[in-house]
């Protein structure tokens, strides 16, 4: 068994920037039972990704990601968001460093980067010609 300890999830934290918003409502808003909410707060490590997205919906977040971010922090870095994505999709925090790194190495390599392609900027499909002759 692993030392991994599982990020930070700030799902009350989120509910308390919805006014009026308690466990409760957040059940009716998930169509779930109330005590079903307590017992997953209770025990976060028992939070899916199935669940995850079903918080994030019921709370109105553009990601579950968001879950694992602080809303009353400052707004986050993009490097300190690719943390908290990695983290979030089980890399190591000990690899962490090693994680951000290749990626920004992705980034900061212009060969790599690819722009939008223009409307009517595509290439026609490949054809192949017809043979002469049959091949052997």
């Known amino acids: 068994m692993t030392d991994?300890?599982?990020?930070?999830?700030?799902?009350?934290?989120?509910?308390?920037?919805?006014?009026?918003?308690?466990?409760?409502?957040?059940?009716?808003?998930?169509?779930?039972?109330?005590?079903?909410?307590?017992?997953?707060l209770a025990r976060?490590?028992?939070?899916?990704?199935?669940?995850?997205?079903?918080f994030a919906t019921a709370l109105e977040l553009s990601s579950p990601i968001e879950l694992y971010r602080d809303p009353q922090a400052a707004v986050a870095s993009p490097e300190s968001k690719l943390r908290a994505a990695l983290l979030a999709f089980g890399v190591d925090k000990d690899d962490l460093g090693k994680a951000v790194?290749?990626?920004?190495?992705?980034?900061?390599?212009?060969?790599?980067?690819?722009?939008?392609?223009l409307p009517g900027d595509r290439s026609a499909p490949a054809s192949r010609r017809r043979a002469t002759e049959p091949s052997r």
């Open 101 to 117: 790194a290749v990626v920004k190495g992705f980034l900061d390599d212009d060969g790599e980067r690819s722009a939008p392609a």
């Open 44 to 54: 976060p490590e028992n939070i899916d990704g199935v669940w995850l997205a079903q």
């Open 4 to 40: 991994f300890e599982a990020p930070r999830l700030y799902i009350e934290e989120w509910m308390a920037t919805v006014p009026g918003l308690d466990r409760k409502r957040l059940a009716e808003r998930m169509k779930v039972a109330g005590g079903t909410i307590s017992k997953k």
